[in-house]
């Protein structure tokens, strides 16, 4: 395993790093997620992702039980906030007390202390930015969050972010999480030069597009089973990627792996690592040669040549 700096700090996380949405606490149980977890320690995965809106705290609390047996300061964890946690009008946004309640929530589902990360999970139009980064700048100061993060913000976003900051010296943004994958490419023309312009580092979710760049799902065959494209909550977000022009790609993607000697998703993973930008590609697994696949491809580096054959074929 590969590891790389997290923006313009000195925090260092793995290539590869294990999510939580849509898995734990959902297709895998207690068992399951302290088996994946422990396997990634083995391939040197020290980054591990939730959110408090992630089954409702469910997939926080099974992470939090999966990592006590493990040192805390070996591993870096995130959450987020922003998401609605119940009906009533404050159980949602960035204002200060949703933010201030949900990041404690947080923590005791974890069952620690502290978070590495906390990511604002959306931009949230109806608090004040200021009112946002006060409030997580407190909780930096107490003690509870180490870094700033956000999730899906969109360039002039973060820069009113970094302004705030800058304005006020409240601690900066240092890491953004986007999708991103050879599918979905939004953030390469404003997100990535504004970020690198300001020391952020992406933390990519989606890189396989929702399990399409697996090779799982193929042109003219129809969905595995077993597949989690079968459950409506899933399909809400593969179906975006499950259509005839995708999938035409997709077969050309798997002849050229094949050529280079690697798996697809080994292929899919490496192209979102080749950008410098991103410090981490994140995945989700419910099952162990799954999460032993994604982590194969920290390290596998791409040449000039087979970048511009992807090119041509996602053109």
């Known amino acids: 395993m590969k ?35 422990n396997r990634a320690f083995e391939l040197g995965i ?41 009906d009533g009008p404050n159980d949602r946004g960035l204002s ?9 929530a947080s923590l005791k589902r974890l069952q620690m202390d502290y978070v590495d990360i906390f990511y604002c999970h959306r931009y949230d139009p109806n608090t004040p930015v200021e009112e946002t980064l006060r409030t997580i700048e407190d909780l930096v ?3 509870k969050i180490l870094y700033v993060g956000v999730s899906e913000w ?19 943004i240092v890491v953004h999480q986007p999708q991103y994958s050879m599918f979905y490419r939004n953030i390469e023309q404003e997100t990535i030069p504004v970020s690198e312009k ?60 094949q050529e ?11 192209w979102v690592l080749r950008h410098g930008s991103v410090a981490s590609a994140l995945v989700g697994a419910t099952k162990i040669e799954q999460l032993e696949q994604n982590a194969s491809a920290s390290g596998v580096t791409l040449s000039a040549d087979a970048i511009q054959k992807i090119d041509e074929i996602l053109a």
Do not use: C
């Open 96 to 104: 200060r007390k949703h933010v201030f309640e949900q990041v404690h």
């Open 198 to 257: 300001n020391g952020i580092s992406q933390v990519v979710f989606s890189p396989l597009a929702q399990g399409v760049l697996t090779g799982k799902y193929r042109l003219g065959q129809q969905i595995p089973q077993d597949s989690r494209a079968n459950d409506a909550k899933s399909n809400m977000w593969i179906k975006n990627f499950l259509t005839e022009e995708h999938l035409t790609k997709v077969e050309k993607l798997i002849a050229l792996s």
């Open 260 to 270: 280079l000697g690697i798996t697809l998703s080994q292929l899919a993973i490496a």
């Open 154 to 172: 969109t360039a002039a976003q973060i820069q009113e972010g970094l302004r705030v900051s800058d304005k006020y010296l409240l601690d900066r």
């Open 141 to 143: 100061r107490q003690g």
């Open 46 to 86: 020290n980054f591990f992702d939730t959110a408090n809106v992630y089954e409702r705290g469910e997939a926080e609390l099974l992470l939090g039980q999966a990592l006590k047996q493990h040192k805390r300061d070996s591993y870096v964890v995130a959450t987020k906030a922003y998401w609605p946690m119940g």
């Open 3 to 37: 590891y790389r700096k997290l923006g313009n700090t000195g925090l260092q996380v793995s290539e590869i790093s294990l999510g939580s949405w849509l898995t734990y606490g959902n297709s895998v149980g207690t068992d399951i997620v302290a088996q994946l977890t």
